[in-house]
């Protein structure tokens, strides 16, 4: 049996053209094996990294908070990707010194021109390392009030309690003044009650008392105070002072406050109007000189009416 003449050069592909030179730099030539070694290893390094990441996520779980894990994984993440990036540029024929001095020149024009940007920034960096508020606190932040969702390099997402994804440039959130609602565990809340003064003070205060003992959320240290603050224009009125906690707090508020206003009904002390005593004072004389003036008047003006009839008779 005769096998028939194979050219196999004509059919396997050309091993050689990967060695074929694409463009020389002054460091080396630069084949397209070189380009394919390069996208795999960049390749490789960022499935490697992702994989490592995703595995730190699952070990710090438990032992990190959200908000202060997530900040470190993504610096080390795009840290590690940066320094491999440069490490495999030689492999296409760039020197990475001189591109650092480039990169240098290139960021210090690109600072001037986007001032904004770089303050974010700095800013989330800060923000990331200060910590003044962590993801799921609720704040306010220059009129912005909600829970924070996500603190990012450049901005901070806040959820506003009616349901509004709000973005906030990093600089403005570092540089405005920040309320963290729930940075202490305990928080005040202060009502004024008026009653009026026919009501007996004291007994309104010891009811008040005796509800906020009932609440198991009240807290005794630091204690509760109900006291008379003022003596109004139509009222009494009674301040009470309660501390309780932070994930209580709305809650308690709330309630309290209906069952004090039911409970002092009930016993009869109400909430009074606004009052206001008019004086209407009436005269029921008249001065002498305002009825003489009339008929002066009235003289004056038909006097030379009679001298003129005088003169036409005579």
Known sequence: MILPDINLPAILPDLNLLDNVLYTTSKSQV??????????????????????????????????????GEPILKLLYYGSLVV???SILPLIGIDPSGLLLAGGVAG?????????????????????????IK??????VNGIAGYVTDIRIISTLIRTYDGLLVRIPNQQVFTTNITNIVGHPVRRFEYTIRIRYSDDAGAAIWL??????????ALLSPSPSVFVNEL?????NIVVRIWAPVSEWFGLKTRLLWNIKKTLEENGIEIPYPQRVLHIKSETEK???LAEEPNINRLEATEP?????ERVLN
């Open 31 to 68: 084949t397209p094996g070189d380009l394919i070694k390069f996208v795999i290893v960049l390749t490789f390094s960022i499935i490697f990294l992702r994989v490592i990441i995703i595995y730190l996520r699952r070990t710090l779980k438990d032992h990190v908070s959200k908000d202060v």
């Open 84 to 86: 491999i990036f440069i």
């Open 108 to 132: 210090i024009v690109l600072g001037f021109a986007s001032q904004n940007i770089v303050g974010n920034l700095v800013s989330g960096c800060f923000l990331m390392f200060e910590r003044p």
């Open 135 to 140: 993801i799921g606190d609720q704040v306010d």
């Open 208 to 217: 008040i008392k005796d509800l906020i003992d009932k609440e198991p959320f």
């Open 232 to 236: 109004g224009d139509s009222s009494v």
């Open 287 to 289: 001065k002498p000189q």
């Open 305 to 309: 009416v009679l001298n003129f009839e």
